[in-house]
């Protein structure tokens, strides 16, 4: 069983920063691959971005490619989710997750965080 909560999420305006991080408990960490999802009302969660247990590998969505980053810290058991230059389109409550494989299929997640609300205003 892993255990994930997430922190950082709040109100900020169009063309801010915030990060977001996720910290975790349970099993190997390191054994998981780690992503952020996103969802809005009435709207399916979206893969945001990924990462390999080792960190070696990531993914991003293309409407957030370089603008969010997304890191690791397998000694500390924290994922993290850099956000910059944000857009109104970014306003969701975002998730962490995570997967005992290299997967961007939603359904491959096992383990979900009970998200935290990022709110872009103009």
């Known amino acids: 069983q892993v255990q994930l909560v997430e922190s950082g999420g709040g109100l900020v305006q169009a063309g801010g920063s915030l990060r977001l991080s996720c910290a975790a408990s349970g099993r190997t960490f390191s054994n998981y691959t780690m992503s952020w999802f996103r969802q809005t009302p009435g709207k399916e969660r979206d893969l945001v971005a990924a990462i390999t247990g080792s960190g070696s590998i990531t993914y991003y969505a293309d409407s957030v490619k370089g603008r969010f980053t997304i890191s690791r810290d397998n000694a500390k058991n924290t994922v993290g989710l850099q956000m910059n230059s944000l857009k109104l389109e970014d306003t969701a409550v975002y998730y962490c997750?995570?997967?005992?494989?290299?997967?961007?299929?939603?359904?491959?997640?096992?383990?979900w965080g009970r998200g935290t609300q990022v709110t872009v205003s103009s």
């Open positions: 997750a995570a997967s005992p494989v290299w997967s961007l299929a939603t359904y491959t997640y096992r383990y």
